[in-house]
């Protein structure tokens, strides 16, 4: 469904991306993995807009994406959750999921997919009228994640669910992750935790300064002697 | 009952500051510009709602909306020509091109009329009724009415549509809101739309309250509106309204209790204390957010 071809991205003098090609295929979890720095979240914000590839092009199901503006990519159906959550923190849990479903306009759809997130995450409708700012980071990432998710994605991008929250919060993130992957949404997951994000991967590819150096199978690369020794932690 | 009248008073005064200091404060709020042509846009406001009602002959309502509808309209293209390119240029750069703008139009009504001053046509019998034996002119109950009016529109729309929550959306987060499918350059032009529209309502307003208006009139109550907002918290709406009440009523008890003089000086001694005491204003945020 998404085909990077030859892309590369440029943070004014600095050459952050150089000539990246990946795919997604309708239904996958993609992971991308890497260490700080790698450009990871900078190819995320290519793909949903926030900056434009100098060469190469994007290609979404028959749309060429490259360049266009943020609300179009949103509009045809990808979801970027950005790192660090970036919740509303001034708006209140539900302004921030209204705020998710910005361009539709079917009430009825929306009130559905509303009732469809706090049902993946319940603590969200404890909280609905609480002030986001004032949520623990594990409900923040949540809300970030639903947030996406009310806008319908066909493909949601996620970049770093994992940071900073405790082993057991990332545990539920994972398995939410999954769960909204079986109902049909294909993810692309953006990690440095590297162990998590390969054990619910299908496929993966590892960034590094700027150029992908391996892919394959999560299998494959869990076992590569250059994954374990690079991410997993050695041994 | 003096105190009475004056609090009347200086209600009416700081009706007129914070009207101009919402669109202060929602422009900061939003792009993080102290638009120094907002006071401008102000005396525009009041010259088009004098020319509505002497030269077209119609009344105080629709000339009102004329006026607030032109300077939305003001407020876009200032926004659309001068500061759109600069919105990732230094801070400075911004904030010499809105003085830049500012003295551009000031000069430019000079220009096509002259520097000479415009009496403000009566609109209303300024009638006086006493109340707890203080006496209340008809304008000053307008001006009141006017400002509530809007005051609750704005909050309507801040709060309860959508323009209004891509405008909070935008406020904090530009990059997370384009995420939603915020446009957020049309979210911005609508902000000096509306920011704008409350400035020449500001405007006609004032023309009726003191009857008198030149090109230059938007200098002193622009400042004193950028002072309110500060007072108030720069980029928050409440503080806004709330900073420019204190202004007016402080500066016309500093008139009533006899030193008129001071008057102006009044509100650069708040500025001043304030940026000492608490440089957030009294609802401002701290810069401190949970991670």
């Given at each position: 469904m998404l085909k990077v071809n030859n892309i590369d991205v440029f943070y004014g003098n600095i050459h952050a991306l150089k000539d990246i090609s990946l795919e997604v295929i309708e239904g996958e979890i993609v992971t991308l993995i890497g260490a700080n720095g790698a450009g990871k979240s900078t190819l995320l914000k290519t793909l949903s807009g926030l900056l434009k590839p100098k060469h190469g092009n994007i290609l979404y199901f028959t749309q060429q994406i490259a360049g266009k503006p943020a609300q179009t990519i949103v509009k045809s159906g990808i979801s970027h959750v950005p790192e660090g959550r970036r919740v509303f923190s001034n708006m209140s849990v539900e302004e921030n999921l209204e705020l998710g479903a910005y361009l539709r306009n079917d009430r009825d759809g929306i009130k559905k997919d509303m009732d469809y997130v706090y049902e993946l995450f319940p603590i969200l409708d404890e909280r609905r009228k609480q002030l986001s700012g004032t949520l623990s980071g594990g409900e923040q990432q949540m809300l970030a994640m639903g947030r996406a998710l009310m806008a319908k994605p066909k493909l949601l991008l996620m970049d770093e669910p994992s940071m900073g929250l405790a082993p057991l919060v990332v545990k539920k993130i994972f398995e939410i992750i999954k769960a909204v992957n079986s109902q049909g949404t294909t993810v692309l997951l953006v990690e440095q935790n590297a162990n998590m994000a390969l054990s619910i991967a299908d496929r993966a590819y590892v960034l590094e300064t700027g150029k992908i150096v391996l892919s394959g199978t999560a299998k494959e690369l869990q076992e590569s002697e250059q994954v374990k020794a690079a991410y997993l932690g050695g041994l | 009952m003096e105190?009475?009248?004056?609090?009347?008073?200086?209600?009416?005064?700081?009706?007129?500051?914070?009207?101009?200091?919402?669109?202060?404060?929602?422009?900061?709020?939003?792009?993080?510009?102290?638009?120094?042509?907002?006071?401008?846009?102000?005396?525009?406001?009041?010259?088009?709602?004098?020319?509505?009602?002497?030269?077209?002959?119609?009344?105080?309502?629709?000339?009102?909306?004329?006026?607030?509808?032109?300077?939305?309209?003001?407020?876009?293209?200032?926004?659309?020509?001068?500061?759109?390119?600069?919105?990732?240029?230094?801070?400075?750069?911004?904030?010499?091109?809105?003085?830049?703008?500012?003295?551009?139009?000031?000069?430019?009504?000079?220009?096509?009329?002259?520097?000479?001053?415009?009496?403000?046509?009566?609109?209303?019998?300024?009638?006086?009724?006493?109340?707890?034996?203080?006496?209340?002119?008809?304008?000053?109950?307008?001006?009141?009415?006017?400002?509530?009016?809007?005051?609750?529109?704005?909050?309507?729309?801040?709060?309860?549509?959508?323009?209004?929550?891509?405008?909070?959306?935008?406020?904090?987060?530009?990059?997370?809101?384009?995420?939603?499918?915020?446009?957020?350059?049309?979210?911005?032009?609508?902000?000096?739309?509306?920011?704008?529209?409350?400035?020449?309502?500001?405007?006609?307003?004032?023309?009726?309250?003191?009857?008198?208006?030149?090109?230059?009139?938007?200098?002193?109550?622009?400042?004193?509106?950028?002072?309110?907002?500060?007072?108030?918290?720069?980029?928050?709406?409440?503080?806004?309204?709330?900073?420019?009440?204190?202004?007016?009523?402080?500066?016309?008890?500093?008139?009533?209790?006899?030193?008129?003089?001071?008057?102006?000086?009044?509100?650069?001694?708040?500025?001043?204390?304030?940026?000492?005491?608490?440089?957030?204003?009294?609802?401002?945020?701290?810069?401190?957010?949970?991670?």
């Open positions: - | 105190w009475l009248q004056q609090l009347v008073n200086g209600i009416s005064l700081g009706s007129i500051y914070a009207l101009i200091a919402l669109g202060y404060t929602m422009v900061y709020g939003i792009i993080k510009l102290i638009n120094f042509a907002h006071g401008d846009v102000f005396m525009l406001g009041a010259f088009i709602g004098f020319y509505a009602i002497a030269r077209w002959d119609i009344g105080f309502i629709p000339a009102l909306i004329i006026s607030m509808l032109l300077c939305a309209i003001i407020g876009v293209i200032i926004e659309r020509v001068a500061y759109k390119r600069l919105r990732n240029a230094t801070r400075i750069a911004a904030l010499i091109t809105a003085i830049g703008v500012s003295l551009l139009i000031e000069y430019t009504v000079i220009f096509f009329r002259g520097a000479s001053p415009e009496a403000y046509p009566e609109v209303m019998a300024n009638k006086s009724i006493s109340i707890f034996g203080a006496s209340i002119s008809s304008q000053s109950i307008m001006i009141l009415a006017v400002t509530i009016v809007l005051m609750i529109l704005l909050q309507f729309i801040v709060h309860k549509t959508k323009i209004g929550k891509a405008m909070r959306a935008v406020s904090h987060d530009a990059d997370a809101a384009r995420l939603m499918g915020i446009n957020v350059d049309n979210t911005i032009s609508a902000t000096f739309a509306i920011g704008s529209a409350l400035a020449g309502a500001a405007g006609v307003i004032f023309g009726i309250y003191y009857t008198r208006i030149d090109p230059l009139m938007g200098v002193l109550p622009g400042l004193k509106a950028f002072v309110a907002a500060v007072l108030g918290g720069i980029g928050s709406i409440p503080g806004a309204m709330v900073g420019g009440l204190v202004l007016g009523v402080v500066e016309t008890i500093v008139s009533a209790i006899g030193y008129s003089l001071w008057r102006d000086a009044a509100a650069f001694v708040i500025l001043i204390l304030i940026l000492i005491l608490k440089p957030s204003g009294i609802f401002g945020k701290n810069a401190r957010e949970k991670v």
